[in-house]
Nanobody, 117 residues
Framework: QVQLVESGGGLVQAGGSLRLSCATSGTIFSISTMGWYRQVPGKQRELVAHISSGGNTNYADSLKGRFTISRDNAKNTVYLQMNSLKPEDTAVYYC???????????WGQGTQVTVSS
């Protein structure tokens, strides 16, 4: 029943930008740390960024400065603004909701981001 609805993925040229969105229920969103992860074939899923219910953010060191995570509590939506995209950013991007107190985590289905040269 708990679903994370993602949108915004697609194909973009190197140097371009995309904004990913992930929406869930208000009950879940209000108490969750929201995050974005990405994965390529043969590699582990890696953290891109996350943002706590209080608005504190954390980024993968290699991505800090190009990617920005934010949340709109009125819309129960978390965003990932991706700028200056590189071909190595190509991956499936996953939205995550972590209910820290409840010790439960939920994942979106993933959305493909492809960056061409």
């Amino acid at each position: 029943q708990v679903q994370l609805v993602e949108s915004g993925g697609g194909l973009v040229q190197a140097g371009g930008s995309l904004r990913l969105s992930c929406a869930t229920s208000g009950t879940i969103f209000s108490i969750s740390t929201m995050g974005w992860y990405r994965q390529v074939p043969g590699k582990q899923r890696e953290l891109v960024a996350h943002i706590s219910s209080g608005g504190n953010t954390n980024y993968a060191d290699s991505l800090k400065g190009r990617f920005t995570i934010s949340r709109d509590n009125a819309k129960n939506t978390v965003y990932l603004q991706m700028n200056s995209l590189k071909p190595e950013d190509t991956a499936v991007y996953y939205c995550n909701a972590d209910l820290v107190v409840a010790r439960k985590s939920f994942w979106g289905q993933g959305t493909q981001v492809t960056v061409s040269s």
